[in-house]
Each structure stands twice: as structure tokens, then as C-alpha cells.
């Protein structure tokens, strides 16, 4: 009996320190952003917790972590070509006004 309570302690061990492990590792990133500044954009942000993720705990990302990534990607660029065409087009009209 004890000797089958030994290896599961064990385990419940080493997945304490990997819990542990992985609290540090993803805190530390969380302070490092913070670090970064509020204007970080996301899409930056994904790509270096996925690096940090494989580099740390070799885990590759899935294809859902690459469909997000590519959700996020794809409306960063919407928001900001079409912030650009607004900013445009209320230069245009402000000197449409002032003539």
C-alpha cells in the first residue's frame, strides 16, 4: 500500500512544480508587456508568447491558437488602414471647409 503511494506522490510533485513553473514563466511575460507599454499592439503580443512557448516548454502552436492569431493579425490591419482612410478623408473634407 505505501509502495503504491509513493510514485503517485511523485507525480503530483512534479505537476505542482510544472504548474508552478508555468505561473512564473507566464507571469514574468505579463510584467514584461506591462513593461512594454499600453499601445503593445496584440498581434506582437501573440506571436512573442507563442515564441516564448516554444522556446520554454517546446510546445508547438495548434491550429486554433494560428486561427486566432490570424483573427487578430488580419483585424489589426482592417482597423488601421481604415483609421488611415478616415484620417484622409477628414483632411480632405476640413480643407474643402476652410476654402
Do not use: C
Not at 492569431?69 to 480643407?95: M, P, Y
Amino acid at each position: 500500500m505505501t509502495g503504491a503511494a509513493v510514485p503517485r506522490q511523485v507525480d503530483n510533485v512534479r505537476g505542482a512544480l510544472w504548474m508552478l513553473g508555468s505561473a512564473l514563466g507566464f507571469t514574468a511575460m505579463t510584467v514584461l508587456i506591462k513593461f512594454l507599454g499600453d499601445d503593445y499592439p496584440a498581434s506582437l503580443q501573440t506571436f512573442y508568447r507563442q515564441a516564448a512557448g516554444f522556446l520554454i516548454f517546446h510546445e508547438l502552436p495548434n491550429v486554433w491558437t494560428m486561427a486566432g492569431a490570424g483573427v487578430v493579425v488580419a483585424s489589426t490591419l482592417f482597423i488601421t488602414l481604415r483609421e488611415q482612410q478616415l484620417a484622409r478623408s477628414a483632411k480632405l473634407s476640413a480643407a474643402a471647409d476652410s476654402q
